[in-house]
Structures are given as C-alpha cells and as structure tokens.
C-alpha cells in the first residue's frame, strides 16, 4: 500500500462550477478524513466517515458541500456552483479507530484554484 | 471550544543552532497531541503523539514534550532539510483533529 491516494492533484475551474475531488485512503484504515487547508494556516476540518457512515460535518461544511464513501473505501467531496472562497487545498487523510501512535496518514491534496 | 496556538510563526535558524517551537492548547479530554512536519505543496507527515503530560518523544535529531498545557519541539542542531511547517494539532473528545496554524522553519546552511 502506497498511502493515501488524492485525485485530481490540481483542478482550475471557473466560479458557479461543479468539481469533484476523490481519495482512496489505506485499504486496512476504516475512517476517513476531509480536510481544508488555505496559505498560512493549518488544515481545517470538514467531515469524517467511519467505514460508509458519515459521523461528523463542521459547520463550515455548507450545502453546497457534499461527501459520500459509498462501500466504505474511497470517498468522494463534491463542492457544487464553486465561489472564489472556495480556492484551497482538500487533503484527505486516513486512520484506524483512534488514530494512535500512527497519527492520521495524508495525502498530498488536491488543490483547488476557482478563477 | 478546543483550540491550539503555536508560536512563533516564523523561524529562521542557521544550521547547527538549537531551538524550540512552542504549541499552547485548551481541549476537553485530551486524547493525543500530535506533530506533524509539512512540505511545500505536499500534506503534513506525521512526527509524533503524545499522551499525558511528561511524555517524550525523540525522532532524530526532533524531540516532543507534552505539558498539561503546551507542547514544544525541540530540534537539536538542524539541517537545511529540516526546514519545513512544522503543525501541532489536539485530539479531543470527537474525533477530528484541530491544528495551529503552524510554525514555518528555516534552516540556513
């Protein structure tokens, strides 16, 4: 297993767009973590899933905002009609029920530019 | 409200020069500190969790220790390639994590 897998790396679109990002976390990691990270600050938390369940959202999450981990493995955050405040990086991360010595494992982001 | 405060923002070191960063938190029910060191463009890579106060970690030439109220690492004689952000982050009664907004490090040869 190589670590948490994120794609599109990058993704420029322009505002009232739909993009959608996925990760592919460890396959043995039954939670998963979407992240928002923006220059100069930490990342930010979004939602999290335990196996197929959604369990948690930040109330930064707005309803334009939605994820989905369909069987319990990759999961999908669909950001609809995109405004410029959404330009940020959307890390992913993965872990075991908690966390532990291995902290929670990243990816490298998808970074999301809205011209 | 769980938060997490790192100082400084900025550091800038010469290579060889010890030194600290400082990572102040309020949490209810702390279940882990945790580093983490992050690289342009790239997500943050785990360093360490601790647990209860006293604790100690040491990873090369990066030590963490916990306080009931603060954490520091302690980076003995750094290397260019040790710049990086380096981000403190809580565990508290949920599960998510809460990170600073890191403290970015700069290491000249």
């Known amino acids: 297993d190589t670590g948490v897998s994120q794609d599109p790396r990058h993704k420029i679109t322009k505002r009232g767009q739909n993009v959608t990002f996925r990760c592919d976390p460890i396959?043995?990691?039954?939670?998963l973590y979407w992240y928002r990270q923006t220059l100069g600050q930490g990342p930010e938390f979004l939602t999290y899933?335990?196996?197929?369940?959604?369990?948690?959202k930040s109330r930064l999450l707005s309803d334009r905002f939605s994820a989905e981990r369909p069987k319990g493995s990759f999961s999908t955050l669909e950001i609809q009609r995109t405004e410029q405040g959404d330009s940020a990086m959307y890390l992913c991360?993965?872990?075991?029920?908690?966390?532990?010595?291995?902290?929670?494992?990243f990816g490298s982001g998808t970074r999301l530019t809205v011209v | 409200e769980d938060q997490v405060t790192q100082s400084p923002e900025a550091l800038r070191l010469q290579e060889g020069e010890s030194s600290s960063l400082n990572c102040s938190y309020t949490?209810?029910?702390?279940?882990?500190l945790f580093w983490y060191r992050q690289d342009p463009g790239k997500g943050p890579e785990f360093l360490f969790t601790?647990?209860?106060a006293g604790e100690e970690k040491e990873k090369e030439r990066l030590k963490a220790t916990l306080t009931k109220k603060e954490s520091f690492l302690h980076i003995t004689a750094p290397k260019p390639e040790d710049s990086a952000t380096y981000l403190c982050?809580?565990?508290?009664?949920?599960?998510?994590?809460?990170f600073g907004t890191g403290t970015l490090l700069a290491v000249q040869p």
């Open positions: 899933f335990q196996n197929e369940a959604q369990l948690e």
């Open positions: 991360a993965s872990s075991n029920a908690g966390a532990g010595d291995g902290g929670y494992t």
């Open positions: 949490v209810s029910g702390l279940r882990g």
């Open positions: 601790l647990y209860s």
């Open positions: 396959s043995e990691h039954n939670r």
């Open positions: 982050a809580v565990q508290g009664a949920t599960n998510k994590l809460i």
